[in-house]
């Protein structure tokens, strides 16, 4: 079956510019999440939703970041007046119910470039 | 200092050999401890997790946690080329929604 699917695979943006990140979780999980992957770093969580809520979003770094996920499914991560620290792996990731530990599939990641 | 501490290597190994990777963590309340093989330009899969302390074996894979001292293992026997990838340690604590902490990975060669 289709895992964890990511667009755009790169993207490539000038400094001040607006970015969408989309994220397309694995059919039938409820339980989805962002994390941020710099350079020689391991992810670091940015938020989770729980079916269309933002269950926890203390991971965003600033008023900049901003993601939704309004049908339960698709989510789409949203960076404004993008930065040049900004540039990282943004992955996707979900699981059965986020309950518990149930394990979090990972799709391939969008690679963000600020220029 | 961080939550997960873990050295990012590289560490080269002779094909076959066993392998051994490390992590160290500060947070007692972490209970699932898991470890993610990460491949170039790809996102990180599932190897192993364990809840609590113990040893939990799979494959030519073991994974070890040893809770009293903060410290988490994982061996790879009979290691191969294809297991040259970034071996990431990762914690979480169930009371806080499943928000996984990750170190930032050991980047592992295996030379044939």
């Known amino acids: 079956g289709a895992g964890v699917s990511q667009t755009p695979s790169n993207k490539v943006t000038e400094k001040g510019k607006y970015v969408e990140l989309r994220c397309d979780p694995i059919?039938?999980?409820?339980?989805l999440y962002w994390y941020r992957q710099s350079l020689g770093q391991g992810p670091e969580f940015l938020i989770y939703f729980q079916g269309t809520g933002a269950a926890d979003d203390s991971g965003l770094p600033n008023d900049r970041f901003f993601a939704v996920r309004p049908e339960g499914s698709v989510s789409t991560l949203k960076i404004q007046r993008t930065e040049r620290g900004d540039s990282a792996v943004y992955l996707c990731a979900s699981s059965l119910f986020g309950e518990g530990q149930n394990e979090q599939f990972f799709g391939p990641g969008t690679r963000l470039t600020v220029l | 200092q961080k939550e997960v501490e873990q050295d990012p290597g590289p560490l080269s190994v002779p094909e076959g050999a066993i392998v051994s990777l490390n992590c160290t963590y500060s947070?007692?309340?972490?209970?699932?401890f898991m470890w993610y093989r990460q491949y170039s330009r790809k996102g990180p899969e599932l190897l192993m997790y364990t809840y609590s302390s113990g040893n939990k074996e799979d494959g030519r894979f073991t994974a070890q946690v040893d809770k009293s001292s903060k410290y988490i293992s994982l061996f790879i026997r009979d290691s191969q080329p294809s297991d040259s990838a970034t071996y990431l340690c990762a914690m979480s604590d169930m009371n806080r929604d499943d928000k996984i902490i990750f170190g930032k990975g050991t980047r592992l060669h295996i030379l044939p």
């Open positions: 947070n007692s309340a972490f209970q699932y």
């Open positions: 059919s039938g999980h409820t339980a």
